[in-house]
């Protein structure tokens, strides 16, 4: 499985971002969609997950701001960033996991400064 991440970008506390992950090869492998994030000096955390039953899950300090989701039909998983804070500033991953093995896509950078 190959990933591919886009959509980072410098914003403005406040503002929104929307990423995008497109996968490719054995996709129908696939059984959780992540975003994860790493910041400098900072562990990488997962900041949201969907399953192919549509079940999402969220790191508590993004709840109600970010939202996931997933176009299936093009292997397309998204991570709408609204209410963007400076906390929030990272590289972002896109990740995927199958049965026995875990993806990871290059990261795409986010930047939340005034």
């Known amino acids: 499985v190959q990933l591919q991440a886009s959509g980072g970008g410098l914003v403005q506390p406040g503002e929104s971002l929307r990423l995008s992950c497109v996968a490719s090869?054995?996709?129908?492998?696939?059984?959780?969609m992540d975003w994860y994030r790493q910041a400098p000096g900072k562990e990488r955390e997962m900041v949201a997950r969907?399953?192919?039953?549509?079940?999402?899950n969220y790191l508590d300090s993004v709840k109600d701001r970010f939202t996931i989701s997933r176009d299936n039909a093009k292997y397309t998983w998204n991570l709408e960033m609204n209410s963007l804070k400076p906390d929030d500033a990272a590289v972002y991953y896109c990740?995927?996991?199958?049965?026995?093995?875990?993806?990871w896509g290059l990261g795409t950078q986010v930047t939340v400064s005034s």
């Open positions: 990740s995927a996991r199958s049965r026995n093995s875990r993806y």
């Open positions: 090869g054995n996709t129908i492998s696939i059984i959780y």
């Open positions: 969907i399953d192919t039953h549509d079940t999402t």
